[in-house]
T-cell receptor, first 114, second 114 residues
Framework: AQSVTQPDIHITVSEGASLELRCNYS??????LFWYVQSPGQGLQLLLK??????LVQGIKGFEAEFKRSQSSFNLRKPSVHWSDAAEYFC????????????FGKGTKLSVIP | GAGVSQSPSNKVTEKGKDVELRCDPI?????LYWYRQRLGQGLEFLIY????????KSGLPSDRFSAERTGESVSTLTIQRTQQEDSAVYLC????????????FGPGTRLTVL
């Protein structure tokens, strides 16, 4: 079954600094890939998704992600972090062809220093 | 429009009791998913419903867990004879169709088993 790995459990950045959150997937074919954000006390919200086509995907709140087949990665980036970006970020992928649920990574918690 | 709603938002129960958790999906969404999120963990898939098709129960951890859905509306997740390891946040999501469509998540029900 396909899975995703988020190597970083916790990342701390200064406000205004750039951000990159890592996500690696395991699967042979081009997968469908998602990034969700979970803010304190709130439900999960989709940031962006990749299905096919342009490998650089733009999302909400100024986030983008790049699909790199050669590295089996779908890293999330933001050029300048805001204090309100402090949250937990989850990468997700369907576990296999024909699967409809999502398999989530364990998440990366982002802290922002003012 | 209204998002996915879940009730109750918090539930505290004693070990051995049964609990019912409710999910109201976004109107018109044919697919409905249940996930579980244990403290500090990613989401674990439990079950999904799609229209009138038989649900995919492959993620249910034991036969103490069951779920129903009335048509394309409300769903209830029932946990019988609760155990302390059932303590988690139970999240419901809905989508217009099966993946790769975006899943919209509710705020979750936090279940604590004493």
């Amino acid at each position: 079954a396909q899975s995703v790995t988020q190597p970083d459990i916790h990342i701390t950045v200064s406000e205004g600094a750039s951000l990159e959150l890592r996500c690696n997937y395991s699967y042979g074919a081009t997968p469908y890939l998602f990034w969700y954000v979970q803010s304190p006390g709130q439900g999960l919200q989709l940031l962006l998704k990749y299905f096919s086509g342009d490998t650089l995907v733009q999302g909400i709140k100024g986030f983008e992600a790049e699909f790199k087949r050669s590295q089996s990665s779908f890293n999330l980036r933001k050029p300048s972090v805001h204090w309100s970006d402090a949250a937990e970020y989850f990468c997700a992928v369907p576990p296999g062809a024909g699967s409809y649920q999502l398999t989530f990574g364990k998440g990366t918690k982002l802290s922002v220093i003012p | 429009g209204a998002g996915v709603s879940q009730s109750p938002s918090n539930k505290v129960t004693e070990k051995g009791k049964d609990v019912e958790l409710r999910c109201d999906p976004i109107s018109g969404h044919t697919a409905l998913y249940w996930y579980r999120q244990r403290l500090g963990q990613g989401l674990e898939f439990l079950i999904y419903f799609q229209g009138n098709s038989a649900p995919d129960k492959s993620g249910l951890p034991s036969d103490r867990f069951s779920a129903e859905r009335t048509g394309e509306s409300v769903s209830t997740l029932t946990i019988q004879r609760t155990q302390q390891e059932d303590s988690a946040v139970y999240l419901c999501a809905s989508s217009l169709q099966l993946v790769p469509d975006t899943q919209y998540f509710g705020p979750g029900t936090r279940l604590t088993v004493l």
